[in-house]
């Protein structure tokens, strides 16, 4: 009989405990040292286990912090209701390699109202950040505060969350924030659904009737290379997605990648030399899901 070996990470809840966790690992670790950090709202799933699985394997220490963050949910969503389950997300993140899994309270993290705003222009005009108004301010804020108290060397965000990726990556950039951002890729279940901490709330009918974006989007690729142009490929998509009719679009855009504007409305996608990024959000009952393809070399 074989035993899998997980080791059981440390448990902080403290932003003291936290930096003294990092400060004695690299105290200890010396000039090897190198802080891995993934950020979660928990309810993890395996598109968050391989988060942290690549974190373990690229440094010597991977902090994986859960935290529901109350200030990038709008009046209407769903921050009450967001899944949570801390004793299944330790073990997943027993056995994807954390080292430490740092939980703070909203007390913890907020103290006093926060009267710092981060917000990043031009990148969360579209998309999510359209549809939710004030969210990527929040997710500003918490991600800096978190790269704050961890200082990590490297944080991994996987590209479901395209939108986040691009505004954390600019956000980076300008604020000289001295961390690697590591985008992964979006982990499926086997049938191609995108995997999120919401699909839980999907009822068996609904569940079925999601495949619909990811099906649809694994046709992006062909459309591109029969010679579509951004307004042609944005309705194909739409139409592909509305053949469900349990499906309720929030949105569809084909915009270019990193910059999350519209590309050259007449040219054929195939002849542009951007990244491109067909995205989608859609409702199915209360659930919104997102899910998108990145299309890094436009087929000619
Ligand atoms: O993508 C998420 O899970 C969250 O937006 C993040 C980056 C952990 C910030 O709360």
Redesign the pocket.
Known sequence: MTATLTKTPTVVRTIAEMRDAVRAYRAKAGAAASVGFV???GFLHDGHASLIDRSAQDNGLTVL?I???PL?FGPNEDFERYPRDEARDLDVAARAGADIVFMPGVAEMYPTPAATQITVTGVTERLCGASRPGHFD??GI??TK?LNIVQPDRAY??LK?AQ?VAV?ERMGAELNQPVEIVPCPIVRESDGLAMS?RNVYLSEDERREALVISRTLAKVPAWIGSGMNAAQLTSAVREGISASPLADIDYVETLTYPGLQPPAPEAPLSALSERIIVAAAVRFGRTRLIDNILITQPEA
């Open positions: 950020p979660t709202m912090s935290f529901v963050n990038q929040g997710v918490v991600v978190l965000f996987g969350d986040p954390v901490s």
